[in-house]
């Protein structure tokens, strides 16, 4: 039998491991974050979770402060905490923050109070940029004027294997390092929808990546 998966290692791993297990997929999502990154932000910004620290490479020189919270102390973070456990010293100080593919490896029942905490630090009109895997099939097309197509569909249409697990098993695989993710039999983007709007968040922009949802979103102003 194979050996057990450690669920902790991923929080103690070292941005060159990261950096070496990027895939086109975590590219193409880092593209889209960034674009609406620089096109909108200029001032202080929080990152949950920096990961391969692609993002924070890119955004830090073009912005007034950058600060990473992150679990793992090998990133260096400027504040070694947990996003569940609420930050006094963070409050309203950020006019943007950045959680991208992080929230999906706590358990689903901390979301709600993870997404608060999030809003707190934000200054009013302060913006969210957040991904959250989304597990469907997807296809990319990349067009002879070099426009990328997104097209996706159900998991369980692409292969005998993934039918057999969703029609009959009645389960569908998901990385073994998310605790959920949408789509995953359990959880729906509905439900994430429904959440932000309890929480007050506006929808700036919504976009389906592969395997991934995107959400740009606002803080209220009060």
Request: aromatic share 12%; with cysteine; charged share 25%.
């Amino acid at each position: 039998m194979p050996p057990a998966h450690d669920f902790n290692q991923q929080f103690t791993l070292s941005q060159r491991s990261y950096l070496a297990g990027l895939d086109f997929y975590t590219w193409a999502r880092h593209f889209f974050v960034l674009r609406d990154l620089v096109a909108r932000v200029q001032g202080d910004v929080f990152e949950v979770g920096t990961g391969d620290g692609v993002i924070r490479r890119c955004i830090e020189p073009f912005v007034a402060s950058y600060t990473v919270l992150d679990l793992n102390p090998a990133l260096q973070p400027e504040v070694h905490g947990d996003l569940r456990q609420h930050q006094p010293s963070l409050k309203g100080r950020f006019d943007a923050a950045i959680a991208t593919e992080v929230l999906e490896h706590l358990p689903i029942a901390e979301l709600p109070g993870c997404l608060r905490n999030l809003q707190d630090y934000l200054r009013p009109e302060g913006l969210l940029f957040l991904t959250l895997p989304h597990r469907k099939g997807h296809m990319l097309i990349v067009t002879p004027r070099q426009r990328l197509l997104k097209l996706r569909f159900p998991v369980g249409l692409t292969s005998l294997s993934e039918a057999y697990n969703r029609f009959i098993r009645r389960r569908i695989w998901i990385d073994p390092n998310h605790c959920w993710e949408i789509g995953d039999g359990q959880i729906y983007r509905s439900q994430i929808k429904a959440l932000l709007h309890e929480q007050g968040w506006r929808t700036e922009h919504f976009e389906p990546l592969p395997y991934c949802d995107y959400w740009l979103l606002r803080k209220p102003s009060a």
